[in-house]
């Protein structure tokens, strides 16, 4: 990298930290305490966010991602509505905490940070690895979770024993599967070269989860409000003839997208409220592909949202009023 590119950079870093707009919206970086650490939070709001009465949308990028990857999506919002996106430790100009970046910790790490800047309900969007993080809030922090929003999310209902039933069986390879998935996600790795250190310990996080079948995030509660999840079923196909594996790797491909989708509706349907939405026009990044579409699951869920918090705060209609003391 050239000194010049490096300079420029710092300065187009230097003008981000303080003020962007997407459209007629105006985000502001501030820079906030994690324990000692600076981490990055984006507020996005044409009035007061504290004096909204919409739920705040909370974006989550995926992994080793940045805030700017919403952007398309931000630019096709109401301005009424309020929204935050964040540097999770160690990226986007956040700093590391040096805490495992389990799901849980960067909730955590999220709440501490909205609960100074905004108020709840929050709606929150997780695109990939963030569909987890999401999760782990929603269990975390139920009352303050208004919906949830999953663009082509990290899988954290599916299981060995369902890959093992509905890949590798079919593959004649129950026994061995997993060691052979193993291999190939290695492979890939090694393509990509080194990783950042803050990117690396996400992807370790998430082997961790899908090793366990993500057990830590499942004992969580679910809140029963409205999920929708956007996944594409356009996945880029395994064609490296240097990538050697003893089962047809079109037939592996079609195998993994249907159990995935069959692993997302089980989870749709285990709320009382929950859409999943497919499409094939999109890659994985489908809120740069397709924010038009993400932008209607947005506004879905809000809707969503409201009619559910006006029909809680409706009486029944044969409930007795309590009577005062």
């Known amino acids: 990298m050239s000194r010049e590119f490096k300079l420029a950079t710092a300065i187009l870093n230097i003008f981000l930290l303080t003020s962007f707009g997407h459209g007629s919206r105006i985000g502001r970086k501030i820079e906030m305490d994690n324990n000692g650490h600076k981490i990055h ?12 009465t ?22 096709q ?19 590391p905490d040096g ?15 909205l609960s100074r800047t905004t108020h709840p309900p929050y709606l929150l969007v997780g695109h990939s690895w963030g569909g987890p993080l999401i999760r782990a809030f929603a269990g975390l922090f139920p009352k303050e979770t208004a919906g949830l929003v999953f663009i ?29 998935r193993a291999a190939i996600d290695l492979y890939y790795e090694k393509q990509a070269g080194n990783f950042d250190p803050a990117v690396q310990a996400e992807i370790d996080a998430s082997r961790e989860g899908r090793a366990n079948d993500f057990l830590q995030l499942k004992k969580l509660p679910m809140p029963q409000v409205p999920v929708i999840i956007v996944a594409t079923t356009r996945y880029p196909p395994l064609n490296d003839p240097n990538l050697i594996v003893p089962f047809d790797k079109q037939r592996y491909q079609n195998l993994l997208l249907n159990y995935r989708l069959l692993s997302l509706s ?12 497919t499409t094939s026009n999109s890659g994985h990044y489908i809120q740069e592909d397709e924010p038009g579409l993400v932008v209607w699951a947005i506004n879905r869920a809000l809707l969503h949202a409201s009619i559910e918090q006006r029909s809680s705060a409706v009486p029944h209609p044969h409930s007795t009023p309590s009577s005062s003391p």
């Open 54 to 75: 919409s739920p705040t949308i909370v974006f989550e990028s995926g992994l080793g991602g940045g805030e700017s990857h919403w952007s398309s999506v931000i630019k």
């Open 266 to 277: 089980s989870f749709t349907r285990s709320v009382t409220d929950g859409t999943l939405i």
């Open 99 to 113: 805490a495992v970046p389990s799901p849980e910790h960067i909730a955590t790490v999220l709440h501490t940070a």
């Open 77 to 95: 919002l109401s301005d009424s509505v309020p929204m935050v996106t964040y540097g999770r430790p160690g990226l986007d100009g956040s700093e």
């Open 41 to 52: 939070l984006t507020p996005y709001a044409s009035i007061d966010i504290q004096r909204s």
């Open 152 to 180: 082509d999310p990290t899988d954290f209902n599916e299981t060995a024993t369902g890959r093992r039933d509905y890949v590798f069986g079919p593959l004649g390879h129950a026994d061995d599967g997993e060691s052979i």
